[in-house]
């Protein structure tokens, strides 16, 4: 009975609502890449730098908000890199992305060395403040997790249906997932193919960045050294699970955030009989079960990771 009670508790809902925003703008982004054709495995060395960045831009007396727009700015140069890389000059993306998660990883370590080279405990600065939506935060039960959270979790709810509306409602989003379908007719209609996928890689990295930036900017006070622990990777696996469709990865977000807040609130009504292990590993076990089920039927883009050369047919 206790273990169903957690599902009542008001901390189980805000920390899954919290939990899940990183994986939202981190899902969304590598949606976009993908619906345009190209792989971007470069997602966890993207968040991990845009985490440090947004840190680093307050420690130095920057704005919070600004930090923002920074960590989505380098986002996107990293982005620019991966786009030079595998769309301009066709090279693997499998590659290209692994190699943008290692120099952008490596990156940030170095980085944050160089402003503080003899630190032990990474410094703290004032990160944004839980912001209670007036009225809603006031419903019984769920209004309070709902509806007092970081600004930077509104946002990336609001960026979800901004997502979908772009990519189905507009004809960008037509040419954006036509690029990602059958890149030559896009090129008959006289588009530059290298273009659209190039701004799509920017759009996608600059909002992992932003999921990056959560971490240290929200939900931790510093920068530490291993914080988006996979996430990244979990991202990509979320866009298979929602078959590359933003309302569904919202909830693959969701579901994958309640099993990790879950596996925390087990882990310590169960003492030290279960060793912790298993309670880390199991949000990421239920999520490749889940993946499994749900991407039996996934209908992926057609030209994904296929280099796209002009004049080809």
């Known amino acids: 009975m206790e273990f169903f009670e957690l599902f009542l508790a008001a901390g189980f809902w805000a920390a899954m609502i919290r939990m899940a925003t990183p994986l939202i703008f981190g899902t969304l982004g590598e949606l976009i890449c993908e619906r345009a054709g190209v792989l971007n495995l470069g997602i966890e060395g993207i968040m991990t730098f845009g985490a440090m960045i947004?840190?680093?831009?307050?420690?130095?007396?920057?704005?919070?908000?600004?930090?923002v727009l920074v960590a989505a700015a380098v986002g996107a140069l990293f982005g620019l890199l991966h786009?030079?890389?595998?769309?301009?000059?066709?090279?693997?993306?499998?590659?290209?992305?692994?190699?943008?998660t290692l120099f952008a990883s490596s990156l940030s370590y170095f980085a944050f060395r160089v402003f503080l080279p003899d630190v032990t405990t990474p410094p703290k600065i004032v990160p944004f403040q839980p912001y209670a939506i007036p009225y809603l935060a006031d419903i019984p039960l769920f209004g309070g997790p709902l509806f007092n959270q970081s600004p930077l979790t509104y946002v990336a709810y609001l960026v979800v249906p901004a997502v979908a509306w772009l990519l189905y409602r507009t004809p960008l989003g037509l040419t954006?997932?036509?690029?990602?379908?059958?890149?030559?007719?896009?090129?008959?209609?006289?588009?530059?193919?290298?273009?659209?996928?190039?701004?799509?890689?920017?759009?996608?990295?600059a909002l992992m960045a932003v999921g990056g930036a959560f971490f240290t900017i929200s939900v931790f006070d510093a920068f530490y050294f291993g914080m988006i622990n996979g996430r990244g990777w979990i991202c990509v696996a979320l866009v298979i699970f929602a078959s590359w469709r933003p309302g569904k990865a919202l909830f693959g977000a969701l579901l994958f955030a309640a099993f990790d807040a879950l596996q925390i609130r087990v882990q310590q009504a169960s003492g030290v009989i279960i060793p912790y292990q298993f309670f880390l590993m199991a949000p990421y076990l239920l999520s490749i079960v889940a993946l499994i089920i749900m991407s039996r039927r996934a209908a992926y883009p057609k030209a994904l990771l296929i280099p796209f050369r002009k004049g080809e047919r």
């Open 54 to 67: 947004a840190w680093l831009w307050v420690y130095q007396g920057g704005d919070l908000w600004t930090s």
């Open 83 to 100: 786009a030079i890389f595998s769309v301009y000059l066709g090279l693997s993306q499998h590659v290209s992305g692994i190699g943008i």
């Open 176 to 205: 954006v997932r036509m690029v990602g379908e059958n890149p030559m007719a896009v090129e008959a209609q006289g588009i530059d193919v290298f273009a659209v996928r190039t701004g799509a890689v920017m759009v996608g990295s």
